[in-house]
């Protein structure tokens, strides 16, 4: 196919560059992986930080036909954006008094794990004068959100039966989310599987009839085709990031990372031996050398916590945080390279260029590579390209 040139940069002092077709090949991947089920592309918290709207649309060229979010706000915001209807989109972390009657009248199916909600949402249901479509939450066993088995299940799905028998809902969907499927063998993910196939045949037994069941997330949709159902929900993998190195690295999982983030040096200077560096004093340099300032801090998500670890690239060579990492700023330890004022510094990125992968900087942070990129903050413009 053919890919339009990235489009023209002003010169920015950082930037987050989303790569399109990345997205869209991941899709695709993921697709293959599991070809007996229709694909959701979570775009939660914005896409894990790579801007929901154009993502969403990317993910839908590629084929998924479902879009998920934690929040109904997001969800919301997807139909506000012209997502249409013959998308769906489900969102499943509610509270009291949320906006089910527009989720219910922007076509959003909602997740209920509870009895409260289940009342709300046909109160709803009543006023918009049309019946919610309603995905029965499981727990399975993760201990979050989601329904009891026992008599919690067999009272949610009795009154959700009784809601859809009087028309103010159709269940749409039966799911449940995996506690540990990023560690491919946990004997919690056949225990989940069992218990979710014990509730699936308990509503179903009740004349539920859902359109989807699913608990597949991007670690089960990988590594654990009996999890497939109807449906997987995938999201990290979506953005070309590896659920946990455990499963393999992007490359060897057909998956290529979407963000690029990078900023351009703010300073070049000649400073001696012995001078310290950033907040604290915690690097130290070891003899005369030059230090590289760069214009991104943890107000741009950049997480304190891999202050004298985080790698970068600057002219050709993986150079580390020098000393903390600030609100704004941070320092690397050029060596005695002179690499010019505004020359780009590339925090991570795919990885095929010399340059860190986020990763990398998880490991540096001491945190999975899903919250460094989902962390990047709205100061750092979103550059989406290969749109
Ligand atoms: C975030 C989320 C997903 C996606 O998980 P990934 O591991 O990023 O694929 C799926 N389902 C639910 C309920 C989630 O909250």
Redesign the pocket.
């Known amino acids: 196919m053919t890919e339009t040139p990235p489009a023209p940069t002003a010169p920015l002092r950082a930037r987050a560059e989303i790569d399109l077709a990345a997205l869209r090949a991941n899709v695709r991947a993921l697709r293959d992986r599991a070809p007996g089920a229709a694909l959701m592309a979570?775009v939660?918290a914005d896409a894990y930080g790579h801007g929901a709207v154009p993502c969403a649309r990317a993910a839908v060229e590629a084929g998924a036909t479902w879009l998920?979010t934690?929040t109904p706000e997001e969800a919301l915001a997807l139909r506000a954006a012209g997502i249409p209807a013959s998308v769906r989109v489900m969102c499943?972390l509610w509270t009291p008094g949320g906006p089910w009657r527009r989720a219910i009248e922007e076509d959003i199916d909602v997740s209920v794990s509870a009895m409260w909600a289940l009342g709300e949402v046909v109160e709803a249901a009543r006023a918009a004068g049309r019946p919610a479509r309603v995905q029965l939450k499981a727990d399975t066993g993760l201990g979050r959100n989601g329904c009891q088995p026992g008599p919690d299940w067999d009272e949610l799905v009795g009154a959700a039966l009784a809601a859809e028998a009087a028309g103010l809902l159709r269940v749409t969907g039966l799911w449940s989310?995996f506690a540990c499927a990023d560690e491919p063998g946990h004997p919690s993910i056949a225990a989940q599987l069992t218990v979710f196939r014990a509730m699936l045949a308990e509503a179903e037994g009740r004349g539920v009839r859902p359109e989807v069941r699913h608990i597949a997330?991007?670690?089960a949709t990988l590594t654990l085709p009996a999890s497939h159902f109807d449906l997987v929900?995938?999201?990290?993998?979506v953005y070309g990031i590896s659920?946990s190195p455990e499963i393999g690295t992007p490359a060897d999982l057909g998956l290529r990372p979407v963000m690029t983030l990078s900023a351009s040096l703010a300073l070049v200077k000649q400073v001696p031996g012995g001078h310290g560096v950033s907040y604290g004093h915690h690097y130290v340099t070891p003899g005369r050398t030059t230090l590289g300032l760069v214009p991104l801090g943890y107000a741009d998500g950049v997480p304190r916590h891999a202050s004298g670890a985080g790698p970068v690239l600057v002219g050709g060579k993986w150079r580390t945080v020098a000393g903390r990492i600030a609100m704004d700023q941070f320092v690397v330890d050029l060596g005695g390279d002179e690499p010019q004022v505004g020359s780009r510094a590339v925090l991570f990125g795919p990885g095929d260029g010399g340059e860190p992968t986020a990763e990398d900087w998880a490991q540096a942070a001491g945190t999975i590579a899903?919250e460094i990129v989902t962390r990047i903050g709205s100061r750092v413009p979103r550059v989406h390209v290969n749109g």
């Open positions: 979570v939660k998920g934690a499943w989310h997330n991007s670690p929900r995938t999201g990290v993998s659920p899903y």
